[in-house]
């Protein structure tokens, strides 16, 4: 049973250049969400994805945005990048509908370097 | 605001050294408190779920409590291989979705 995928795992791009990263969910799984470590620190929450639409979101930028697809797979898209964007992207996927805590089940990640 | 505040930042223990990871959080409401293990260049790996004060969970070496307003990470002697980054994170019980609030981690190293 595969569990979370990402791709491409690792990524160089330059200032002011677009991405996009991909994430496949744990097999039932609905539920997407995508997050970014920063080097040294915790994961911060970008937002998160269910039935195609996108729930909740952090305190990111609209240069973030995102996408599900009608197979809960998700993309990650980040316009106008900077620097400061360098980073592990997380996807971490789980069910929703469940009453109590919603574990969630992370891929391996996606380091984008901007030079 | 939710806050997750993790301590100490980095632990080094010598093979067999007991110690205990600090994890103290604000939430309004706990749906339930996360612990996470992080190699590096890897993605956080499920360790375990606390929900509510006084519970306790064990894995190996691993024992995991909670308070109202903490919870610990106690390792009993300790091998290399549990050198790791370890995450603490809550979920909200207000909050619709799944989204988790991290600390920044502690970096652990056990030297044999």
């Known amino acids: 049973d595969a569990g979370v995928t990402q791709s491409p795992t690792h990524l160089i791009k330059t200032r002011g250049q677009q991405v996009t990263l991909r994430c496949s969910p744990k097999?039932?799984?609905?539920?997407v969400s995508w997050y970014q470590q920063a080097l040294g620190q915790g994961p911060q929450f970008i937002f998160q994805y269910y039935e195609e639409e996108e729930r909740q979101r952090g305190n990111f930028p609209d240069r973030f945005s995102g996408h599900q697809f009608p197979n809960y797979s998700s993309e990650l898209n980040v316009n106008a990048l900077l620097l400061g964007d360098s980073a592990l992207y997380l996807c971490?996927?789980?069910?929703?509908?469940?009453?109590?805590?919603?574990?969630?089940?992370f891929g391996a990640g996606s380091r984008l370097t901007v030079l | 605001e939710d806050q997750v505040t993790q301590s100490p930042e980095a632990l080094r223990l010598q093979e067999g050294e007991s110690s205990s990871l600090n994890c103290s959080y604000t939430?309004?409401?706990?749906?339930?408190l996360f612990w996470y293990r992080q190699d590096p260049g890897k993605g956080p790996e499920f360790l375990f779920t606390?929900?509510?004060a006084g519970e306790e969970k064990e894995k190996e070496r691993l024992k995991a409590t909670l308070t109202k307003k903490e919870s610990f990470l106690h390792i009993t002697a300790p091998k290399p291989e549990d050198s790791a980054t370890y995450l603490c994170?809550?979920?909200?019980?207000?909050?619709?979705?799944?989204?988790?609030?991290f600390g920044g981690g502690t970096r652990l190293m056990v030297k044999p």
């Open positions: 097999s039932g799984h609905d539920t």
């Open positions: 939430v309004s409401g706990l749906r339930g």
């Open positions: 606390l929900y509510s």
């Open positions: 971490a996927s789980s069910l929703m509908g469940n009453s109590g805590a919603n574990v969630l089940t």
């Open positions: 994170a809550v979920q909200e019980d207000h909050n619709a979705g799944n989204m988790l609030t």
